[in-house]
């Protein structure tokens, strides 16, 4: 209602004497504004606007948190990139302010006790501070500061300090948060994160157990743990997906994975690696020889495989467009490589169809374009380089259509309007530029809020994907564990039904084999925590898959009693019925398998955990 903007930070504080909740936010502009949310307030529609309360400048601009004194119920932090501010709840009176020392850019703080706050860096540090006598309650100083200049306030005291011991390079800023706990014993923790997977604990002491010194004190990590350490510490150690075929003579460590991907329509593992090789090998072999021990363990060279060398660095991205769209030729294997180079192999012979080298950075990524791209740019690839620039590169005329290059920032996010033939490259510094695909000319750059709504009207373009849980394996997992009977029958009446088609479908051809089913009993999704680790791979087995699966293709098999001669002799005469017969026979011994393994699974799964529960 006044002086309407952006809210940079915001948060909601709960009474429990009036039930009320409190919404206190500061805009872009440094204006505080509260909103109060009562019972008649929850009841309106939500057409009705709820205007502020109250709205007075505070001068913050740049404001990261705001966090409210649950010791007290009466003081208010407010941290800002430069400095922060301690205000009083009941009128918003400002009551300490201290800026940041040594050019350091604060992230957030909170309150640690009645007297004590800690505020925490970009950088990973934390300090803690005892506010002075005039920002306590329960002081007889209290509130004798207000009106009064920041320079003329008494500043806080600098209590101890919590500082990184891992001064690598992030990605991003660490992200730090302090808990308190409600439940004795009610211990005081601030938990730190970082983008390479460490996460780091303090335990901060109680006030008796600190003594107050000139200089700061610095509280050393309860504890700090990260993902790579935590591998490390596993006996046996984790083993890769392909490290049998990865290790080098007078080299311990096997090659890393750097890139990878999962061809189901082939059961193929397709692994880039560190040295600018890509190996091609079945997936199902591989995963045997990790997760089983046998003979095959001692055997050299195994699996079978195919190694593809063309990358005179390390793979940094595989696409197989097929998979994506069967519009692409099923032949062809998509990788880029830090050497620029985007590179299209033959998956069945090994064979380097093309490589382009039009980029002037390592590849990021490889896209597909929508289907309802022009019939040129379908049989396009879209590829993204560390330099700013995207390309568009044909498969049909091994030619590169269009390059976009004139990026000023990284590209964060790649996207399409095909109806409008628009190529729309979002970068890091919020800027959007359009380009033209046919012609590769820049249509506009713009950023702002124009920038936000062309980004918006492209996804209003995307239909909606696919819900991910709708996979079987997912919904089999979800009634298991909320022991749901009436899930597990709807799931088991689908399988049914599906069976039943295949089955039907098989009986009407002429050999009568069952078609293959067409779930995916095995999966392999590659992840990293960080961009420049390996990749490690995680195997989603669906077991109802595996089981009908199994059991399609023990009843595809002959009988022996059907191939003997002399069943051979009485049969001659009838071929035809006896087919059909004997289908209708298979499909009933089916039937009742797949039945009574469900059965089986529901008793163990359901009546044995009731069963422990009593």
Known sequence: KISPDWISSMSIIRSHRTQEDTVVAVSVTGILKVWIITAEVSRIQVTEPVFEEESKPIYSVSCQSISFCTFT???????????????????????????????????GGDFVASDKVIIWTEDGCSFIYKLPPSCLHASESFRSDVGKTGESS????????????????????????????????????????????????WNLPDSPQLIISEAAQELRVTTSVSLQEAFEKLKPLPAGIIDQLSVL???????????????????????GREDGSIVIVPATQTALVQLLQGEHMLRRGWPPHRTLRGHRNKVTCLLYPHQVSTRYDQRYLISGGVDFSVIVWDIFSGEMKHIFCVHGGEITQLLVPPENCSARIQHCICSVASDHSVGLLSLRERKCIMLASRHLFPIQVIKWRPSDDYLVVGCTDGSVYVWQMDTGALDRCVMGITAVEILNACDEAVPAAVDSLSHPAVNLKQAMTRRS??????????????????????????????????????????????????????????VEALIIQLLTEEASRPSPTIISPESLQKTSGSADKGSSFLAGKRAAVLFQQVKETIKENIKEHLLDDDEDDD
């Open 249 to 271: 003579p007078n080299n311990d460590a096997p090659l890393k994975v750097t890139a990878s991907v999962y061809i189901p329509s082939h059961g193929l593992l397709v692994c």
């Open 154 to 201: 008494a500043p806080p005291l600098l209590f101890s300090a919590l500082d990184r011991k891992d001064k690598q390079l992030l990605i991003c800023p660490p992200v730090t948060r302090f808990f308190y706990g409600r439940r004795e014993p009610f211990h005081k923790l601030v938990i730190q994160g970082d983008s390479s997977g460490r996460l780091s604990i």
């Open 485 to 542: 009977l009436a899930a597990l029958k709807n799931i088991a009446h689908h399988k049914l039904q599906t069976l039943a088609t295949n089955l039907l479908a098989s009986e009407a051809s002429d050999k009568g084999n069952l078609p293959k089913y067409s779930h995916n009993s095995l999966m392999v999704q590659a992840i990293k925590t960080n961009l420049t680790d390996p990749d490690i791979h995680v195997l989603f087995f669906d």
């Open 73 to 107: 119920q009466r003081s208010l932090l407010v941290v800002c990139s430069k400095h922060w501010k301690v205000f009083d709840a009941a009128d918003y009176s400002l009551l300490c302010s201290v800026p940041s020392d040594h050019g350091q850019t604060w992230t």
